[in-house]
């Protein structure tokens, strides 16, 4: 005939209890991890890293251009998160660079699918303009790229969008 159950008979289920809820806790961990951000910020890096005597090529003759830029976003008062996104292009005397194509790519860095490229129209002076209105306020990183026959230049700057 069984007795009365020893005292603390129930201790060692305290263990069990905790240990479950670790694991439990762990697996809502992975789900979400493995459901989120690949953690991969360049696609194709092996054949970028390959490339890479190319890229300090471009940049070389990029620093022989003598070329200067100066980004500026003009906001739109009367428009929320619009304005005129103006690149000012110069050479290494000072002179206006004209005859130039301009694009920009507006990345948003914290969050995917809202990139947009735009083309820049000649003002006049190295002055190259569009009105653009990105769909988020906040940071945007513009990279700009101008050519003119073989000549490229390359440039990233910081805005901010209000």
């Known amino acids: 005939m069984a ?3 020893p005292r603390g008979w129930w201790y060692p289920w305290i263990f ?3 240990m479950a809820l670790v694991v439990a806790v762990n697996g809502v961990l992975v789900v979400y991890a493995v459901g989120t951000f690949p953690g991969l910020e360049t696609d ?3 054949r970028k890293g390959l490339a890479y005597n190319d890229n300090l090529a471009g940049a070389r ?3 022989a251009l003598g070329w200067h830029m100066d980004l500026a976003f003009v906001a739109v008062e009367s428009a929320a998160r619009s304005g005129d996104l103006v690149v000012r292009f110069s050479d290494a005397d000072g ?3 004209e005859d130039l194509e301009v694009r920009v790519l ?9 990139d947009d490229g735009v083309a820049l129209d000649h003002r006049g002076a190295g002055t190259y303009a569009a009105f653009v209105a990105p769909p988020l306020a906040g940071q945007w990183e513009v990279r700009v790229q101008a050519f003119r026959g ?3 230049y390359q ?6 969008v209000p």
Do not use: K, N, S
């Open 16 to 18: 069990v209890a905790g």
């Open 95 to 97: 002179r206006p660079i």
């Open 3 to 5: 007795g009365p159950r």
């Open 106 to 114: 507006l990345v948003r860095p914290t969050h995917e699918g809202f």
């Open 150 to 152: 073989d000549q490229v």
């Open 61 to 63: 003759a990029q620093d």
């Open 155 to 160: 440039g990233v700057e910081r805005i901010q």
């Open 44 to 46: 194709d890096h092996y």
